[in-house]
């Protein structure tokens, strides 16, 4: 049997609000609501994470040619990204909607 996890709601004081963002961002989640004293975290970071992984694989294991490989990834990534709605993170400025990858 094989579990998962959907969604987790936080609430937290609002001024602690970014230390939860980082950490949970550093933990691979992504924030897909934000309101004060609240970060709602999407449970598509398993999909998001095998995103980066089939990328180093392919470009650094495989030796494939890197623009395809990102170009190929990047749509796999944006569709999660728009599915989620999730907003574009640190170092990224914020967005108004989900994150376009570039």
Request: glycine share 12%; proline share 6%; charged share 20%.
């Amino acid at each position: 049997m094989q579990s998962g996890l959907s969604h987790i709601q936080f609430n937290v004081r609002a001024e602690n609000v970014p230390f939860y963002k980082d950490l949970f961002g550093f933990l691979g989640w992504q924030t897909i609501h934000e309101a004060d004293g609240m970060v709602g975290l999407g449970g598509k970071n398993g999909e998001f994470n095998k995103v980066y992984l089939d990328t180093f694989n392919l470009i650094v294991l495989r030796g494939q040619p890197i623009q395809q490989v990102l170009e190929e990834q990047g749509k796999i990534l944006q569709g999660i990204i728009d599915e989620t709605k999730a907003a574009c993170w640190p170092p990224d400025p914020k967005s108004d909607g989900p994150c376009k990858v570039r």
